[in-house]
């Protein structure tokens, strides 16, 4: 059977399964994620949930096409997988705040069982804060890139101390530091919120409460820069 090309951001998410996983992949889209982990025989089972008729379908063609077993589900977030069923749930593709709203229809995948792989595109800062708000610890964050843009992959487990940390100490874990790569991305971070504090200053209207933040939150960048120097 012919093995799946995939672009480097899905090939590191596939990177990050544990061998012998039980997977439920969530917004699985096109399915290429748990097709390519069977395909290889990397993974014992796989669940493809989406919100999306069309979604699934692609997702049935490519199992069906590929000769490997996709258990579908025509569902929002996890509400059509039982916990019993999976032992790692991606979350991939979707804004920071889906991810969260999902994580929060679901309150099981915070006891700590099952391992979340979550690869938000955008508000990345506030799905940190709000993992660390529910009990979640970020044990490792993964960079890769695509084309000209950078993702990260967060490796989640629940059952930690929750924590609440003000925006600007989410923009970074200290799983994110130990990531190769780790200094290019800061370093673009820093040149986007520098640019954005800039914006803010010279704007008319002075909302000083996120000025305030924002100027903390570029401290906060440059500090960890300087830490990794
Ligand atoms: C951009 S695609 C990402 C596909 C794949 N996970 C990836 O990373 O390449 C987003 C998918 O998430 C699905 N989706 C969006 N919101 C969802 C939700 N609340 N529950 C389940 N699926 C959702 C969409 O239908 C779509 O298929």
Redesign the pocket.
């Given at each position: 059977m012919e093995s799946m090309v995939l672009t480097p951001?899905?090939a590191c998410?596939t990177s990050l399964v544990p061998q012998g996983a039980r997977l439920a992949?969530?917004?699985?889209?096109?399915g290429?994620?748990p097709v390519s982990l069977l395909l290889e025989g990397r993974i014992a089972a796989a669940i493809g949930?989406?919100?999306?008729e069309g979604?699934l379908a692609h997702a049935a063609r490519n199992a069906a096409d590929h000769g490997v077993s996709l258990s579908l589900r025509l569902?929002?977030?996890l509400d059509a997988v039982q916990p019993e069923e999976c032992d790692t749930v991606?979350?991939?593709?979707?804004g920071g705040q889906?991810i969260a709203?999902?994580l929060a229809a679901a309150p099981w995948c915070a006891q700590g069982h099952h391992l979340l792989l979550l690869?938000p595109?955008t508000m990345v800062y506030e799905l940190r804060q709000w993992l660390w708000a529910h009990g979640y610890a970020i044990e490792r964050e993964t960079l890769c890139r695509e084309d000209r843009r950078q993702y990260v992959v967060l490796s989640v487990r629940g059952g930690a101390e929750k924590k609440e940390f003000p925006l600007w100490r989410c923009a970074f874990s200290p799983a994110l530091l130990q990531a190769d790569g780790a200094k290019t991305y800061l370093q673009a971070l820093l040149t986007r919120e520098k640019r954005a504090l800039e914006g803010m200053e010279q704007a008319s209207t002075l909302d000083t409460a996120r000025l305030d933040m924002q100027r903390r939150l570029v401290l906060e960048i440059k500090r960890a820069l300087e830490g990794l120097q």
């Amino acid at each position: 059977m012919e093995s799946m090309v995939l672009t480097p951001r899905l090939a590191c998410l596939t990177s990050l399964v544990p061998q012998g996983a039980r997977l439920a992949d969530i917004g699985t889209d096109h399915g290429k994620l748990p097709v390519s982990l069977l395909l290889e025989g990397r993974i014992a089972a796989a669940i493809g949930s989406d919100i999306g008729e069309g979604p699934l379908a692609h997702a049935a063609r490519n199992a069906a096409d590929h000769g490997v077993s996709l258990s579908l589900r025509l569902a929002s977030g996890l509400d059509a997988v039982q916990p019993e069923e999976c032992d790692t749930v991606s979350i991939a593709g979707m804004g920071g705040q889906t991810i969260a709203e999902i994580l929060a229809a679901a309150p099981w995948c915070a006891q700590g069982h099952h391992l979340l792989l979550l690869q938000p595109m955008t508000m990345v800062y506030e799905l940190r804060q709000w993992l660390w708000a529910h009990g979640y610890a970020i044990e490792r964050e993964t960079l890769c890139r695509e084309d000209r843009r950078q993702y990260v992959v967060l490796s989640v487990r629940g059952g930690a101390e929750k924590k609440e940390f003000p925006l600007w100490r989410c923009a970074f874990s200290p799983a994110l530091l130990q990531a190769d790569g780790a200094k290019t991305y800061l370093q673009a971070l820093l040149t986007r919120e520098k640019r954005a504090l800039e914006g803010m200053e010279q704007a008319s209207t002075l909302d000083t409460a996120r000025l305030d933040m924002q100027r903390r939150l570029v401290l906060e960048i440059k500090r960890a820069l300087e830490g990794l120097q």
